[in-house]
């Protein structure tokens, strides 16, 4: 069987998921999960609108 490991990164988060699929490309289940929030305070989310690269990611 193959794994398979996708990632969605966000600007104030960073998702996954590991999956398991067939010969045919067919999921047969969700082997991991997880997510990860990143809390940006006032003065960040204004410097990051700013265009700064000032980030806690």
């Known amino acids: 069987?193959?794994?398979?490991l996708g990632l969605?990164?966000?600007?104030?988060?960073?998702?996954?998921s590991l999956i398991e699929i067939d010969h045919s490309g067919?999921?047969?289940r969700?082997?991991?999960?997880?997510?990860r929030i990143i809390p940006?305070?006032?003065d960040?989310?204004?410097q990051f609108?700013?265009?700064q690269a000032i980030s806690k990611n």
């Not at 969605?8 to 996954?16: A, C, Q, R, V, Y």
Request: charged share 25%; glycine share 12%.
């Open 1 to 4: 069987m193959k794994k398979i």
């Open 8 to 16: 969605d990164l966000g600007t104030n988060s960073i998702g996954w």
């Open 26 to 28: 067919a999921p047969i």
């Open 30 to 35: 969700i082997i991991a999960m997880g997510s």
């Open 40 to 42: 940006l305070s006032s």
């Open 44 to 46: 960040d989310r204004d």
């Open 49 to 51: 609108q700013k265009g």
